[in-house]
């Protein structure tokens, strides 16, 4: 007995895969990156058979209500009168950002979540070749890769106060290959974290350039990864 726990003691102690890093993944790096929205602003606009269907079953229960009696009704609709007032203006579907197509400001596309991207240098591509790409920032000493994803947005943004990061796992991944022959930078692994704006219509932007784009602008932006990226984003 003695004999056997001291050979599974030994093939523990060899085979920890879980705690220690190989030779051949040391060189691999860790990409964190922020998928940062805003959330809608007004309803979207109800798809015209959920209307329908609505609508159907709003007149069939109807047609089964229970009839109260006037004298209840007529108190129901007495009460709370002069207690208070609100004043309530929707806001506009079409903004002035909608007309001029204003990528760079939030008042657009109030019905749609929209994204930040980044226009600039990114991991993983040539050195001096812009591109489009979301918030990142490399792994490494932080306490944890949400850190990382934090540090990543508060470099473009300046002030995480207004912000809001969901959970603390991240929301996908997916392994980059070498951009070039010479496998310069190497390949690497992007984790997406996603985080929302809370309580403000304005953000400063720390980049050459940046737009908020909506999920089916964002898919235009990369095409090689359109498939992922619907997969990832769910609305």
């Known amino acids: ?25 040391g060189n691999d790096k860790i990409v ?10 007004v309803i979207p606009k109800i798809d015209p058979v959920v209307y329908g269907f609505q609508e159907f079953s709003f007149r069939w229960r109807q ?3 229970r009839a109260y009696p006037e004298e209840f009704l007529k108190k129901s609709d007495a009460r709370g009168k002069g207690e208070y007032h ?7 579907r079409i903004t002035e950002a909608d007309k001029i197509n204003d990528k760079k400001s939030l008042q657009r596309a109030l019905d749609r979540r929209l994204y930040l991207l980044l226009y600039g240098d990114s991991y993983g591509t040539p050195k001096g070749q812009d591109v489009w790409h979301f918030p990142e920032k490399v792994y490494k000493s ?16 300046g002030d995480l106060s207004h912000t809001y990061f969901v959970g603390n796992a991240p929301m996908g991944h997916i392994a980059m290959p070498p951009a070039e022959k010479n496998k310069d930078p190497p390949s690497f692994k992007r984790f997406f974290f996603k985080s929302q704006v809370i309580a403000t219509n304005k953000v400063d932007i720390k980049s050459k350039d940046f737009v908020w784009v909506t999920k089916d602008e964002l898919l235009e932006y990369f095409p090689e990864h359109s498939e992922y990226l619907t997969k990832m984003i769910i609305s």
């Open 1 to 25: 007995m003695q004999r056997s726990c001291r050979s599974l003691s030994r093939f523990l102690a060899s085979n920890r895969g879980f705690c220690t890093s190989s030779k051949g993944s």
């Open 32 to 41: 964190a990156s922020v998928l940062f929205e805003r959330l809608p602003v």
């Open 63 to 65: 047609q089964f209500r």
């Open 86 to 92: 609100i004043d309530f203006v929707p806001a506009p």
């Open 142 to 157: 932080e306490e944890t890769l949400r850190k990382c994803a934090e540090s990543a947005l508060e470099s473009v943004i």
